[in-house]
Protein backbone atom coordinates (compact mmCIF):
# COMPACT_ATOMS: atom_id res chain seq x y z
CA UNK A 1 0.00 0.00 0.00
CA UNK A 2 3.21 2.53 0.85
CA UNK A 3 4.51 1.94 -2.36
CA UNK A 4 1.45 2.33 -4.36
CA UNK A 5 0.27 5.62 -2.30
CA UNK A 6 4.02 6.69 -3.06
CA UNK A 7 3.96 6.63 -6.92
CA UNK A 8 0.13 8.28 -6.76
CA UNK A 9 2.37 11.03 -5.28
CA UNK A 10 5.09 10.77 -7.58
CA UNK A 11 2.82 10.86 -10.47
CA UNK A 12 0.92 13.74 -8.91
CA UNK A 13 4.76 15.68 -9.36
CA UNK A 14 4.99 14.33 -13.14
CA UNK A 15 1.93 15.24 -14.75
CA UNK A 16 0.76 18.34 -12.35
CA UNK A 17 3.49 21.37 -14.13
CA UNK A 18 1.99 23.36 -11.17
CA UNK A 19 3.17 21.29 -8.76
CA UNK A 20 6.45 22.58 -6.88
CA UNK A 21 7.49 20.00 -4.59
CA UNK A 22 7.06 17.00 -3.18
CA UNK A 23 5.16 18.54 0.64
CA UNK A 24 3.44 20.65 -1.32
CA UNK A 25 1.54 17.78 -3.09
CA UNK A 26 1.40 15.63 0.20
CA UNK A 27 -0.16 18.42 1.61
CA UNK A 28 -2.28 20.13 -0.77
CA UNK A 29 -3.60 17.98 -3.01
CA UNK A 30 -6.85 17.16 -2.33
CA UNK A 31 -6.83 13.96 -5.22
CA UNK A 32 -4.20 12.93 -3.30
CA UNK A 33 -5.41 12.91 -0.14
CA UNK A 34 -8.76 10.83 -1.72
CA UNK A 35 -6.38 8.38 -3.10
CA UNK A 36 -4.30 8.00 0.55
CA UNK A 37 -7.47 7.36 2.07
CA UNK A 38 -8.66 5.08 -0.60
CA UNK A 39 -5.67 2.94 -0.62
CA UNK A 40 -6.09 2.35 3.37
CA UNK A 41 -10.18 1.98 3.04
CA UNK A 42 -9.70 -0.60 -0.12
CA UNK A 43 -6.92 -3.05 2.42
CA UNK A 44 -9.64 -2.70 5.11
CA UNK A 45 -12.55 -3.49 2.67
CA UNK A 46 -10.67 -6.87 1.91
CA UNK A 47 -10.25 -7.67 5.10
CA UNK A 48 -14.17 -7.40 5.35
CA UNK A 49 -13.94 -4.66 8.02
CA UNK A 50 -16.31 -3.17 5.90
CA UNK A 51 -17.88 -0.30 8.00
CA UNK A 52 -14.59 1.31 8.62
CA UNK A 53 -14.09 1.04 4.67
CA UNK A 54 -17.04 3.18 4.04
CA UNK A 55 -16.22 5.32 7.07
CA UNK A 56 -12.70 6.18 6.23
CA UNK A 57 -14.35 6.77 2.81
CA UNK A 58 -17.11 9.03 3.77
CA UNK A 59 -14.72 10.76 5.33
CA UNK A 60 -12.42 11.43 2.32
CA UNK A 61 -15.57 12.31 0.07
CA UNK A 62 -16.33 14.97 3.15
CA UNK A 63 -12.89 16.40 2.90
CA UNK A 64 -11.89 16.54 -1.06
CA UNK A 65 -15.04 16.36 -2.63
CA UNK A 66 -14.21 12.92 -3.86
CA UNK A 67 -16.19 9.78 -3.67
CA UNK A 68 -14.39 6.59 -4.31
CA UNK A 69 -15.92 3.49 -2.90
CA UNK A 70 -13.16 1.39 -1.23
CA UNK A 71 -14.32 -1.60 -2.98
CA UNK A 72 -13.42 -0.27 -6.28
CA UNK A 73 -10.14 -1.72 -8.02
CA UNK A 74 -7.62 1.01 -9.23
CA UNK A 75 -4.28 0.27 -10.54
CA UNK A 76 -1.06 2.13 -10.12
CA UNK A 77 0.08 6.04 -10.65
CA UNK A 78 -3.69 7.28 -10.47
CA UNK A 79 -3.63 10.62 -10.83
CA UNK A 80 -6.71 13.20 -10.32
CA UNK A 81 -6.15 16.48 -11.26
CA UNK A 82 -8.56 18.96 -9.11
CA UNK A 83 -10.90 16.34 -8.43
CA UNK A 84 -14.03 18.26 -6.72
CA UNK A 85 -17.18 15.95 -7.66
CA UNK A 86 -15.45 12.91 -8.94
CA UNK A 87 -17.46 9.69 -8.19
CA UNK A 88 -15.71 6.23 -9.05
CA UNK A 89 -18.80 3.30 -8.23
CA UNK A 90 -18.15 0.28 -6.01
CA UNK A 91 -17.43 -2.16 -9.58
CA UNK A 92 -15.26 0.01 -10.78
CA UNK A 93 -11.74 -1.10 -12.43
CA UNK A 94 -9.40 1.14 -13.23
CA UNK A 95 -5.73 0.28 -15.07
CA UNK A 96 -2.34 1.61 -14.39
CA UNK A 97 -1.43 5.53 -15.60
CA UNK A 98 -4.72 6.74 -15.36
CA UNK A 99 -5.13 10.54 -15.58
CA UNK A 100 -8.72 11.72 -14.85
CA UNK A 101 -9.79 15.63 -14.11
CA UNK A 102 -12.57 17.05 -11.86
CA UNK A 103 -16.58 16.03 -12.12
CA UNK A 104 -15.67 12.91 -14.06
CA UNK A 105 -18.54 9.71 -12.79
CA UNK A 106 -17.10 6.22 -13.18
CA UNK A 107 -21.04 5.36 -12.26
CA UNK A 108 -23.61 3.06 -13.03
CA UNK A 109 -26.82 2.25 -14.61
CA UNK A 110 -28.39 -0.41 -13.07
CA UNK A 111 -30.11 -0.83 -9.75
CA UNK A 112 -28.98 -4.69 -9.37
CA UNK A 113 -25.99 -6.62 -8.08
CA UNK A 114 -23.14 -7.54 -9.73
CA UNK A 115 -20.94 -5.67 -12.50
CA UNK A 116 -22.58 -2.24 -13.07
CA UNK A 117 -20.04 0.05 -13.28
CA UNK A 118 -17.05 0.74 -16.07
CA UNK A 119 -13.49 -0.99 -17.17
CA UNK A 120 -10.87 1.60 -17.45
CA UNK A 121 -7.70 0.51 -19.59
CA UNK A 122 -4.35 1.33 -18.69
CA UNK A 123 -2.68 5.02 -20.05
CA UNK A 124 -6.18 6.63 -20.41
CA UNK A 125 -7.02 9.99 -20.06
CA UNK A 126 -10.84 11.43 -18.83
CA UNK A 127 -11.42 15.15 -19.38
CA UNK A 128 -13.15 17.12 -16.77
CA UNK A 129 -17.12 16.46 -16.30
CA UNK A 130 -17.04 13.56 -18.21
CA UNK A 131 -19.34 10.73 -17.72
CA UNK A 132 -18.35 6.69 -18.55
CA UNK A 133 -21.76 4.57 -17.48
CA UNK A 134 -22.57 1.31 -16.95
CA UNK A 135 -19.82 -1.99 -17.29
CA UNK A 136 -18.53 -0.21 -20.01
CA UNK A 137 -14.94 -1.51 -21.09
CA UNK A 138 -12.85 1.50 -22.21
CA UNK A 139 -9.50 0.53 -24.03
CA UNK A 140 -6.33 1.15 -23.18
CA UNK A 141 -4.74 4.41 -24.57
CA UNK A 142 -8.15 6.38 -25.04
CA UNK A 143 -8.77 9.72 -24.50
CA UNK A 144 -12.43 10.81 -23.21
CA UNK A 145 -13.26 14.65 -24.33
CA UNK A 146 -14.17 16.94 -21.59
CA UNK A 147 -18.33 16.29 -21.06
CA UNK A 148 -18.60 13.42 -23.25
CA UNK A 149 -21.25 10.51 -21.99
CA UNK A 150 -19.64 7.12 -22.55
CA UNK A 151 -22.41 4.34 -22.79
CA UNK A 152 -20.99 1.84 -25.44
CA UNK A 153 -17.55 0.08 -25.01
CA UNK A 154 -14.42 1.80 -26.78
CA UNK A 155 -11.77 0.42 -28.24
CA UNK A 156 -7.98 0.93 -27.57
CA UNK A 157 -5.86 3.87 -29.20
CA UNK A 158 -9.41 6.18 -29.25
CA UNK A 159 -10.52 9.51 -29.00
CA UNK A 160 -14.09 9.60 -27.62
CA UNK A 161 -16.13 13.12 -27.61
CA UNK A 162 -19.92 14.34 -27.26
CA UNK A 163 -22.90 13.24 -26.07
CA UNK A 164 -23.43 10.08 -26.40
CA UNK A 165 -19.64 9.73 -26.88
CA UNK A 166 -18.42 9.01 -30.11
CA UNK A 167 -14.73 7.88 -31.79
CA UNK A 168 -13.66 10.30 -33.80
CA UNK A 169 -10.37 9.00 -33.87
CA UNK A 170 -9.41 4.98 -33.51
CA UNK A 171 -5.91 3.73 -34.43
CA UNK A 172 -1.48 3.52 -33.51
CA UNK A 173 -0.24 6.82 -31.74
CA UNK A 174 2.66 8.03 -33.19
CA UNK A 175 4.35 7.17 -29.54
CA UNK A 176 2.98 5.48 -26.51
CA UNK A 177 4.16 7.55 -23.25
CA UNK A 178 1.12 7.19 -21.89
CA UNK A 179 -1.75 9.42 -20.48
CA UNK A 180 -0.10 13.05 -20.90
CA UNK A 181 -3.19 14.96 -20.75
CA UNK A 182 -6.18 16.51 -23.13
CA UNK A 183 -3.25 18.20 -25.84
CA UNK A 184 -4.22 15.62 -28.46
CA UNK A 185 -7.61 16.27 -28.62
CA UNK A 186 -9.38 16.78 -32.09
CA UNK A 187 -11.23 20.21 -32.09
CA UNK A 188 -14.50 19.84 -34.10
CA UNK A 189 -14.57 23.78 -34.75
CA UNK A 190 -11.33 23.70 -36.49
CA UNK A 191 -11.83 20.30 -38.37
CA UNK A 192 -15.48 22.12 -39.61
CA UNK A 193 -13.32 25.05 -40.50
CA UNK A 194 -10.60 23.09 -42.11
CA UNK A 195 -13.68 21.43 -44.59
CA UNK A 196 -15.35 24.59 -45.19
CA UNK A 197 -12.07 26.01 -46.68
CA UNK A 198 -11.72 22.85 -48.48
CA UNK A 199 -14.87 23.19 -50.40
CA UNK A 200 -15.00 26.76 -51.04
CA UNK A 201 -12.56 26.95 -54.00
CA UNK A 202 -14.94 24.63 -55.90
CA UNK A 203 -18.15 26.65 -54.45
CA UNK A 204 -16.60 29.46 -55.92
CA UNK A 205 -16.33 27.70 -59.26
CA UNK A 206 -20.07 26.61 -59.32
CA UNK A 207 -20.87 29.90 -58.47
CA UNK A 208 -19.43 31.87 -61.09
CA UNK A 209 -20.53 29.46 -63.84
CA UNK A 210 -24.03 29.93 -62.88
CA UNK A 211 -23.25 33.20 -62.59
CA UNK A 212 -22.68 32.73 -66.29
CA UNK A 213 -24.99 30.79 -67.51
CA UNK A 214 -27.75 33.22 -65.58
CA UNK A 215 -26.33 36.51 -67.69
CA UNK A 216 -26.48 34.74 -70.92
CA UNK A 217 -29.80 33.86 -70.23
CA UNK A 218 -30.66 37.24 -69.31
CA UNK A 219 -29.31 38.97 -72.33
CA UNK A 220 -32.12 39.51 -75.54
CA UNK A 221 -31.96 37.93 -78.50
CA UNK A 222 -32.11 40.46 -81.42
CA UNK A 223 -33.04 39.69 -84.56
CA UNK A 224 -32.02 41.24 -87.74
CA UNK A 225 -34.84 42.86 -89.37
CA UNK A 226 -35.06 44.36 -93.21
CA UNK A 227 -36.12 48.14 -93.73
CA UNK A 228 -38.47 46.98 -96.61
CA UNK A 229 -40.10 43.82 -94.01
CA UNK A 230 -41.37 46.27 -91.99
CA UNK A 231 -44.94 47.95 -91.53
CA UNK A 232 -45.02 51.43 -92.62
CA UNK A 233 -47.72 53.35 -91.24
CA UNK A 234 -50.32 54.98 -93.79
CA UNK A 235 -52.20 58.26 -92.69
CA UNK A 236 -55.39 58.88 -94.19
Known sequence: MLKLIKEDIEVAIEKDPAARNFWEVVLLYPGVHALIGYRLAHVLWGLKLNFLARFISYFMRWLTGIEIHPAA?????????????????????????????????????????????????????????????GPTQVGSYTKIGSGSVVLQHVPEYSTVIGVPGRVVFSGMPPTQDGADGEESFPDP????????LERLPKMEKEIRELRKNYEGEKQPKTDSVSVDDSPVSQEP
Open 73 to 133: VIGRRFFIDHGMGVVIGETSEVGDNVFIYHGVTLGGLSTKGGKRHPTIGDNVVIGAGAQVL
Open 189 to 196: VAKAIECM
